[in-house]
């Protein structure tokens, strides 16, 4: 018995030692295992809120903005104001206006229409249009049409309520207030030169080149294919000159395809 204390006593150091060896380990591995765990939610966390922050952001615009609205006031610049009736319409990406001003003679009275996409800018708090259609029509003016494409606009937004306000120019430049109509529940068609949209029980049409335009919007029924179109606000243009219109019903016919005025014109949809 006295003989094996040596090698007693040597099995027991060795798994002593044994034991510590691993313990150090387990600690070595666990420390790095949280230290790489630690590191990951460090490198990770600041983006991933970031991303979030600016989603959210978007969103926000986003939602101030999106559907559809109607003109109560417009002020230039320089600060004259110009009353106008007509729509403004935020939906899916895509914005859709078309307005006749109330400045004296209807018939002669000046009309805009604009068709295109937009984003949000949450950096800015504004959203940017692009223009596809920027059409306006002066029956009165010795340019009776005007058209130009894929105009660029930064507009700040702000909205309380029911009432949005659109300042462009960043801010800087025309003030154009609204007041809501809905939440632009309906279809949205592209066509080949502009856009048509029937939402929340109106339809909206900006359509147009450099030769011709024709835009306008009204409440609508609709039997089938058949459109009866209850115009409040119409105005178009081509080289014989600039026309408006007013509290008129239009016949149309409408298959998904083309929009097909009474008097043969028809507007494709892409």
């Not at 320089?78 to 990406?93: N, S």
């Not at 949000?120 to 029956?139: K, R, W």
């Not at 243009?237 to 008129?248: E, I, K, L, M, T």
Request: charged fraction near 20%; include cysteine.
């Amino acid at each position: 018995m006295h003989k094996n204390y040596p090698l007693r006593h040597l099995i027991r150091f060795c798994s002593i030692s044994l034991l510590a060896v691993l313990l150090s380990a387990c600690d070595t591995a666990s420390n790095s295992a949280g230290e790489t765990t630690a590191e990951t939610a460090v490198d990770s966390t600041p983006d991933t809120a970031v991303a979030t922050t600016a989603e959210a952001a978007e969103k926000t615009i986003d939602e101030q903005v999106n559907g559809l609205w109607m003109y109560t006031g417009l002020i230039t610049k320089d600060g004259t104001e110009m009353p106008l009736t007509g729509p403004f319409l935020f939906k899916d990406g895509v914005f859709m206006q078309q307005a006749i001003f109330n400045d004296g003679d209807f018939e002669q009275a000046g009309s805009m229409a604009h068709a295109g996409p937009f984003r949000a800018e949450p950096a800015t708090g504004s959203v940017h249009l692009i223009a596809a259609q920027t059409i306006s029509t002066d029956p009165a003016g010795s340019e009776q049409l005007s058209f130009r494409a894929n105009t660029e606009h930064d507009v700040t937004v702000t909205r309380e309520g029911n009432d949005l306000t659109l300042i462009f120019g960043m801010g800087t430049s025309t003030v154009q207030t609204f007041e809501y109509v809905g939440p632009g529940e309906g279809d949205l068609y592209a066509l080949e030169n502009g856009s048509l949209a029937f939402v929340d029980g109106y339809f909206i049409l900006v359509e147009g080149d450099a030769d011709s335009v024709t835009t306008g919007y009204g409440t609508y029924t609709k039997n089938g294919e058949d459109l009866s179109l209850q115009v409040i606000r119409w105005a178009e243009a081509d080289a014989s000159g600039a026309r408006n219109a007013r509290d008129v019903t239009i016949e149309a016919q409408f298959d998904g395809k083309n929009l097909t005025l009474a008097d043969g014109r028809s507007f494709q949809v892409k």
